[in-house]
């Protein structure tokens, strides 16, 4: 299974002209601990879109997504705890990894059977919503991907995904929503999160 962050897959206002856009501020930056610090805690998948049809009908197939990202910065790596419900059999999985962390390319990595995934991360205006852009240098493959800190995503922060999307040129119609009111993953997440502080208890 394509676990959520690495799906290159995911409207309430109409696209604009890319031409229009300000796209230079969708650029990659360099990776530094404040980044970090930002991105760290737990997200939501709310949204994506992908030019690669494995990756968008994948992502058709989620029914909800959020994840816990924890940075070790001395080692530049992210412990990912993922959590996903899929509509087929209406059950939770849960899979743990570790993301790498390329500081100066703006960019994380993990190893799926065998490929490298790898996305820029892309920081928004608004600090409880960031995006990643993976396979940014495979015209073919390009997808973006949006994440927020709550489901409750304003207009504002999805009107900058939008734009985001005309900036690379994907069409509206292979963006692909979550909904997360038909999440199965609660009770195991709840149960991982007291097994988690227990430990920490004892230690």
Known sequence: MLLPWALAVL?????????????????????TDATLDRISGKWFYIAS?????????????LQAAYFHLTPNKREDTIQLREYSTIPSDNQCYYDFSILNVQRDK?????QVLGKEYVGNVLLTKDP?????????????????????DTLDVTQEQMSEFHEAIGC???????????????DQCGPLEKQHEEERKKKQEEA
């Open 168 to 182: 690379i040129g994907i069409e509206k119609s292979k963006i692909v929503y979550i909904d997360q009111k038909k």
């Open 128 to 148: 409880k919503t960031f995006m990643i852009l993976y396979f940014p240098d495979d015209k073919e493959n390009l997808g973006l991907s949006l994440y927020a």
């Open 49 to 61: 879109a992908s030019r690669d049809p494995e990756y968008h009908e994948t992502a058709k197939k």
């Open 11 to 31: 409207s309430l206002l109409p696209l604009l002209d890319a031409q229009s856009l300000d796209c230079d501020k969708f650029r990659a930056a360099p990776l």
């Open 106 to 110: 703006g960019t994380l990595s993990k």
